[in-house]
C-alpha cells in the first residue's frame, strides 16, 4: 500500500458572508480520476461531474467547514484552520501525512507539509479544492434563497460591487462576517 497522504484545500476565505469551507482528500492509486486540477481552471460543470467522481472514488474524503461566527470570533485564518483540521480529523482512514495548500498548517495529529500552490500541483489537494468549491457554491445558491436581493448565487459573497451595494442598501444578514471590514462599517453606521 502506498504511503496514505491527504491532501487538504479550503474555499472561501475572501468572502463577506458564509462559512469556509474546506476538504481533505486520500486518493486511491488503483482508482485514478482523470483531469483534477485548481477548482479555479475547471468549469461549474467539470468540477460538478468530478465532486461526485471524486466522492465515488477515493479512499477517504471529507468536507469540514468555520461558521460564519467562528470566523468572527477567530480571525479569518485561524477559523480556516481549525475547518481545516476539522476536515482531516474527520477522515475514515488516518492519513501518514497531510499536504496543506498554501504557506501554513493547522495544528494536525499528522505530520503535514505546506505546498505554495498545491491545488495545480498535488491531485489529491486539487480534489480537496474541488470538494470544497462545489460544496460551498451550492451553499451559497442556498443562501441566495433565504436572503434575496444580494446576488449571493452570483458572486459567492464575495465583495463585488453588486454585493456592497446590496449590503449598504439591505444591511447585513445573520451570514454575514461582522469582523470583515465592509460588513463592520455599515454596522457602525448603525444597520
Known sequence: MEELV??????????????????????D?????????????????????????????????????????????LNILHATMLAMQRAVEGLSVTPKLALIDGNRCPKLKVPSAPVVKGDSQVPAIAAASILAKVARDREMAELDALYPGYGIAGHKGYPTAVHLEALRRLGPTPIHRRSFGPVRALLEDGR
Open 6 to 27: 491527504a491532501g487538504v484545500d479550503e474555499v472561501g476565505r475572501g468572502p463577506l458572508c458564509g462559512a469556509v469551507v474546506t476538504a481533505a482528500v486520500i486518493l
Open 29 to 73: 492509486p488503483a482508482r485514478p480520476i482523470l483531469g483534477l486540477n485548481d477548482s479555479k481552471k475547471l468549469s461549474e460543470a467539470r468540477r460538478d461531474a468530478l465532486f461526485d467522481e471524486i466522492r465515488e472514488k477515493a479512499l477517504a474524503w471529507c468536507i469540514a467547514r468555520a461558521e460564519v461566527e467562528e470566523i468572527d470570533q
